[in-house]
């Protein structure tokens, strides 16, 4: 059994993606492996059937009692930390890759990436070519629908890029 953690669904209820955060993944739970079908069974609650044959169902929180640190359990704070600053790699769009940028944070906020494109990308400190790149922070690849987080501690202007699409960049201005 997997447990449906929903966090702020409230931006939703117009039905329309007209705003960056709306174009953030509802993510459920993990570690499905290759998911060959989703059903909503007669008890109203989600089904999902993995490769392996494994039959999962998918139930809020607040009707389970299992503990939070269930292995398999995909609540927020694992997908994206409490008071995270969310930007939307939007795909290959030059400066206007990652959305919002460039994006103003404080000293010690944490900023999690959500890759809404259908490729994988990349967060890499630096520019491309530049011996330094990647020495501060270094993504690896962030998957289609999958986040990234990092936490800021030192002010300074942080210029960021994706090391397989070069054209995309990014900046990071922490006062």
Sequence with gaps: MILLSLGNVSILVDNQVD????NQPLIFGQGFGGITDLQVGPDGYLYVLSYTGALYRIVPISESNTPKNQPGLADQSETQSAGSIPVVIAGIKGDQSY????????SGQTITWHNGDTVSHT???GQDNNENEG???DSDAII????YSLTFD???EFKYYCIYH??????VIVE
């Design 19 to 22: 705003e960056t955060t709306e």
């Design 99 to 106: 959305s919002p940028n460039p994006i103003r944070i404080e």
């Design 123 to 125: 967060v890499t400190s």
């Design 135 to 137: 020495a501060l922070f």
């Design 144 to 147: 289609p629908n999958q986040p």
């Design 154 to 156: 030192s002010t300074g």
């Design 166 to 171: 070069p054209s995309m960049v990014g900046e």
